[in-house]
């Protein structure tokens, strides 16, 4: 009898630790000390590549970005994933000093059809509102990079 007591014991420490840790936060902390936030299209989070890189994420479908707008801070080395959900359609994402697209500040890899990329690129240093756009379709996938 004690040995099942002790058994039954031993089996709920291990699912109690398996479940805490299988629950288990995120110990990472974004700038203001407080918790990073999930990773979201629009919003930037902290990276794993240092203090000052942040994850981004952007999607096209339909000639389409599914976000006209992201941020990152000044001087952030940014990795963008950009995910084509159009079959068979070209995309890109390139970043540029405004919207008249004179001068490039990242240009991102043409990718086909149903296919994702990791763009690397550091954010300008200087705070402000930059256009980015699909260097195919630069009249209606386009939008805001604000670097804050």
Known sequence: ???LRM???T???ILAVAQAAACGGDDEKDSTGGQATTRAAASPTRGGGGENAVDL???AENTEYDVTELTAPAGA???LVFDNDD???QHNWSLYEDEAATKEIFEGDVITGVDSI???FTAPEEPGTYHFHCDIHPNVMKGEFIVE
């Open 1 to 3: 009898m004690k040995l």
């Open 7 to 9: 058994l039954g014991l």
């Open 11 to 13: 089996v709920a420490v």
């Open 57 to 59: 994420e952007i999607a």
């Open 77 to 79: 080395d940014v990795t």
């Open 87 to 89: 079959a068979g359609t």
């Open 118 to 120: 990791d763009y690397t």
